[in-house]
Every structure is written in C-alpha cells, then in structure tokens.
C-alpha cells in the first residue's frame, strides 16, 4: 500500500539559512500535519491543514510556515535556521471521517532529519 | 491544553515477561492513538479507540481505554525481542480539532 512520503530524507544547513521540507500524502487523504521530534522527545505537533486550509496549529515558530497545494501535497518552509531547528520532521496524513467524530488516524511518513550547523 | 501523561518513561524486561505502558489524560478524549517508534524510524500506527471501556487486541498485545475516556493502557504479553521500539500514546480531542497530543512514550528495551 502507499505511504506517506517525504523529501528530502536528510538536509543539512546553515544557521540562518532556509529549508523546504514536502510532504506526499496518501492518496486520497485529504488532511496533512507536521510534527517536530527532538532527539528522545515525543512527535510535537506544528501545524495541520484539511483540504488545502490550516485547520490547527501547534508549535511552529513564526519562522516557519507551511501550505498544502491543490494536488493535496504540503511543504514546511523554514528561514533564520537556529541550531535548535535541528531534528526530525514528520508529515503524517489521514483521510477525516464523517458525523463529526474525530476518528482519522494518522499515517506517518519517513521523516527528514534536519541538521543544522 | 491538553496533555498526555505517559508512564514508565524507560522499562527494560527480560525476553517473556509481560509489558504494559500507561497514558493518562488531562482532558476527556474523543478518541486515542497508539503508536509503535523502531529506533532511528517513525511512527507506526497500532490501533485506535474511541469507544468508553473499549478493549482490543491484537496477538499478544491488548489495548484498553478507560470508562471515563481519559486513560488509556498498551499491554504486551510474553515480550520479544521484535518488540523493542518506543510507544506513544496520542489523544484526540475531538470536534473540529483533530490533532493528536503525544504522550512522551515508553521506551521499551528487551533482553533476550
């Protein structure tokens, strides 16, 4: 089955550079989020869209921001690189259910390691 | 906001004994996630629950969400080297919110 797919799989950067990070959802699912995990931490959520609209946001640094094109495909934009930007960033999508009960289930991708030096 | 308490934070076993991982939320939950993390990889869904006292299982591993909603248990019986990885709890909230809030895992190391 398809998955989640993320590019590039590694990055490495300058302090106070820019990233572009992108995101491939399954097909058919119509939600995307971004998390950020640190190295022993817990995925931390930044921020989700739903149909192509941010629908929530979490921790992101107004550093970074991040869309979610037509064909459903989403890119985290990163600038002023710190040190601190370093870490794993996950894309995970899921398709929403319907009578309004949150029951999507979240499908993550591969992840890019971001280093930033 | 939310959050998520997961506990033991490490849990090292030997090869055959029984594992079980805790999350306790601060909210009540629509619905929880648990999610399986091999070093160096991401996470892999395990299962969901939504219902209150909802229990499910999948080969040596039972799921359980408590009557209120807002805790939540992974057991593993008779452990194997295969399971090693970190688990994460993560809650829904519900509504129009549908990010989950991760718990900060357990750590789980198996010796054979």
């Given at each position: 089955?398809a998955?989640?797919?993320?590019?590039?799989?590694?990055?490495?950067?300058?302090?106070?550079?820019?990233?572009?990070?992108?995101?491939?959802?399954?097909?058919?699912?119509?939600?995307?989020?971004?998390?950020?995990?640190?190295?022993?931490?817990?995925?931390?959520?930044?921020?989700?869209?739903?149909?192509?609209?941010?629908?929530?946001?979490?921790?992101?640094?107004?550093?970074?921001?991040?869309?979610?094109?037509?064909?459903?495909?989403?890119?985290?934009?990163?600038?002023?690189?710190?040190?601190?930007?370093?870490?794993?960033?996950?894309?995970?999508?899921?398709?929403?259910?319907?009578?309004?009960?949150s029951?999507d289930?979240?499908?993550?991708?591969?992840?890019?390691?971001?280093?930033?030096? | 906001?939310?959050?998520?308490?997961?506990?033991?934070?490490?849990?090292?076993?030997?090869?055959?004994?029984?594992?079980?991982?805790?999350?306790n939320?601060?909210?009540?939950?629509?619905n929880?996630?648990?999610?399986k993390?091999?070093?160096?990889?991401?996470?892999?869904?395990?299962?969901?629950?939504?219902?209150?006292?909802?229990?499910?299982?999948?080969?040596?591993?039972?799921?359980?969400?408590?009557?209120?909603?807002?805790?939540s248990?992974?057991?593993?019986?008779?452990?194997?080297?295969?399971?090693?990885?970190?688990?994460?709890?993560?809650?829904?909230?519900?509504?129009?919110?549908?990010?989950l809030?991760?718990?900060?895992?357990?750590?789980?190391?198996?010796?054979?």
């Open positions: 089955a998955g989640v797919i993320q590019s590039p799989r590694h990055l490495i950067k300058e302090k106070r550079e820019t990233a572009t990070l992108k995101c491939y959802p399954i097909p058919r699912h119509d939600t995307v989020y971004w998390y950020q995990q640190g190295p022993g931490q817990d995925p931390q959520f930044l921020i989700s869209f739903y149909e192509k609209m941010q629908s929530d946001k979490g921790s992101i640094p107004d550093r970074f921001s991040a869309q979610q094109f037509s064909d459903y495909h989403s890119e985290l934009n990163m600038s002023s690189l710190e040190l601190g930007d370093s870490a794993l960033y996950f894309c995970a999508s899921s398709r929403r259910g319907s009578g309004g009960v029951t289930t979240q499908y993550f991708g591969p992840g890019t390691r971001l280093t930033v030096l | 906001g939310q959050q998520v308490m997961q506990i033991p934070q490490y849990q090292h076993v030997q090869e055959g004994e029984d594992f079980t991982t805790y999350c939320s601060s909210t009540t939950l629509s929880i996630q648990w999610y993390q091999r070093p160096g990889g991401h996470p892999v869904f395990l299962i969901q629950l939504v219902k209150s006292g909802e229990v499910k299982k999948q080969k040596r591993l039972t799921f359980q969400f408590g009557e209120a909603k807002k805790n248990s992974l057991h593993i019986t008779a452990t194997q080297t295969t399971d090693v990885g970190t688990y994460f709890c993560a809650g829904g909230s519900g509504g129009s919110n549908y990010k809030t991760f718990g900060k895992g357990t750590l789980l190391t198996v010796n054979p």
